[in-house]
């Protein structure tokens, strides 16, 4: 039996003059520029800029209202810092989820961005098939700002603070109703928590959004309102709406006069409306902390806080991994009260 030595193999093939260990390496060499293949691909597949074509903001709810606003002022400051323009796109119905549900199914390349109140952790419970997962289909952002809830009267309504005014639709029941933005909105809970907690006789009359609400409550169709601060603020400062209670813990700056619900006795009645943005799942995670950083650069501006402070808006701006710990948190908190109260989507 013919054996070959090293020398021999070298003599044979040149490459076998390498030392053993040399030829080793070559082989891990290329070994790790296989496995890097797959990665390189990934990245290549994100855009090499963005945004790359004009943006879209859905907001479910009509022009207006809390979420509409924030949209219209943040989406510009959008537009100036990135050289593309970005469209306020209204998508009104089903509570939210019709919207919410577009912007769940858009392409995940960070073009198309949903703006949307806390209706997103609400509707999870309130609805059995909302049309989205809140956990599967989207993608925390930010919250970008919170405002307070708030329980505002028509001038011609003779309680001029909430003690007075359960005990004036107690002595009349049946005969009040009160306004809300539309079933299942934390303006509803609110009101429905404080119904089930002083056991009065009112009727809830729910609006598509948070304007129609404002405007029957100016018009005096319905006498009383649950809903967020900023649609109301205009009118509060005017005279034609009188608040009656704050949902934040403490008193809110922009209306230091005003009670918060705990305060008034109700110390359970503590929730914010927030401005939530999510983007569809499966967006890279480069664009969600653009996105992010973007956003919470622009609430933090001088001139934003100039034209929202006064809303009755407080910037916020945390990170995704704090905002998708409050939704869970919220989805649970919200759920309860829906079954509690026994609210059902209509």
């Excluded at 995670?285 to 950083?293: D, E, K």
């Amino acid at each position: 039996m013919t054996t070959i030595d090293d020398g021999a193999q070298a003599q044979g093939n040149p490459a076998a003059s390498l030392p053993r260990h040399a030829a080793v390496m070559k082989a891990g060499m290329l070994l790790l520029v296989c496995m890097a293949l797959p990665v390189a691909v990934a990245e290549a597949a994100e855009p090499v800029s963005f945004p790359s074509r004009p943006m879209r903001i859905i907001v479910p709810f009509a022009p207006g209202g809390p979420t509409d606003v924030a949209a219209r002022v943040i989406g510009p400051k959008m537009t100036e810092a990135w050289g593309q323009p970005v469209v306020v796109d209204n998508r009104v119905g089903a509570g939210g989820n019709i919207g919410m549900a577009l912007a769940a199914k858009a392409p995940p390349d960070g073009h198309t961005v949903l703006f949307t109140s806390s209706s997103v952790v609400v509707n999870q419970t309130l609805f059995s098939k909302p049309g989205y997962d809140v956990f599967k289909d989207l993608v925390a952002v930010t919250r970008a700002n919170t405002t307070p809830n708030i329980l505002v009267v028509h001038p011609s309504v003779p309680a001029k603070n909430l003690s007075e005014l359960i005990a004036l639709v107690r002595a009349n029941p049946g005969k009040f109703s009160y306004a809300s933005p539309g079933t299942g909105t934390t303006g509803q809970l609110t009101c429905e928590m404080l119904r089930v907690a002083t056991k009065i006789d009112i009727q809830h009359v729910p609006f598509n959004g948070a304007a129609p609400a404002v405007n029957s409550l100016v018009g005096n169709q319905t006498p009383i309102g649950c809903l967020g601060l900023p649609p109301a603020q205009p009118q509060l400062k005017s005279g034609a709406l009188r608040a009656i209670a704050v949902t934040s813990a403490q008193r809110w700056k922009q209306n230091p006069d005003v009670p918060t619900m705990a305060e008034s006795g109700f110390p359970g009645l503590v929730n914010d409306l927030m401005t939530g943005v999510f983007v569809p799942t499966g967006t890279p995670v480069s664009i969600v902390n653009r996105l992010h950083a973007e956003i919470a650069r622009i609430v933090m501006l001088p001139d934003v806080q100039d034209r929202l402070g006064p809303l009755g808006f407080e910037p916020v701006a945390n990170t995704p991994a704090q905002f998708a710990r409050q939704v869970r948190e919220e989805v649970e908190m919200y759920g309860k009260v829906i079954r509690e109260a026994n609210i059902k989507a209509e």
